[in-house]
């Protein structure tokens, strides 16, 4: 009991360097950076989720991609109109190709080519499935619009969505509570009304 006692308050003063002590080894307390504190005891505290300060980088690059998603959409469908919805996939696929390999070239990459045979087989599915989404971005903005093409686009991402983190593919399963489908089914409700709105 002493033990656990001292053992606290030596943690509780080392956590400001970022390091387990020696002194609580023995009694199996893990590294500090994974060490979750109650508010006001120790300087650190790390969740793997965080909160809405901690995530709000990553937000606002998802929402930067979706609002990218809407203009290429728009540029693709032009370019499937001059030359044909498959050719217009292939050109932008060999572009961004290029991109990419030009920022691997360059050394802008954080990971290495020879981890991906330890990949599941079915994570190189996104090949194909890019093909199948550019496709079907710039067949669908070219008939109905940009709007009501993305309002159907969002409606269908916020649905895959919840499902893939219920299931936890990306490896990092994620609980589906009640609010969260509260905010998809408005979400999905507004989607109703932008397309009822651009009928």
């Known amino acids: 009991m002493w033990a656990r006692s001292s053992a606290r308050s030596v943690l509780s003063l080392s956590l400001t360097n970022n390091r387990c ?97 330890e990949a599941p087989w079915w994570s190189f599915l996104g090949g194909p499935l890019s093909v199948l989404i550019i496709w079907g971005v710039l067949t669908s903005v070219g008939a109905v619009g940009v709007s009501s093409a993305n309002t159907a686009i969002v409606s269908a991402q916020i649905v895959t969505a919840l499902i893939l983190d219920f299931l936890g593919l990306t490896g990092q399963k994620v609980t589906i509570g009640w609010m969260k489908l509260l905010g998809a089914a408005f979400l999905i409700a507004g989607v109703y009304f932008l397309l009822r709105d651009g009928s």
Do not use: D, T, W, Y
């Open 21 to 117: 002590p020696p002194e609580l080894e023995h009694l199996g307390f893990p590294p500090a950076s994974q060490v979750i504190l109650p508010r006001g005891e120790g300087s650190i505290s790390h969740h793997p989720r965080g909160g809405l300060q901690v995530r709000i980088v990553p937000l606002l690059i998802a929402a930067l991609a979706g609002a990218s998603m809407a203009v290429q959409g728009a540029f693709n469908s032009v370019l499937g109109k001059k030359a044909g919805a498959f050719e217009a996939s292939f050109v932008v696929h060999v572009i961004g190709s290029i991109l990419l390999g030009g920022l691997l070239v360059l050394g802008m990459g954080q990971g290495s080519l020879a981890k991906l045979k």
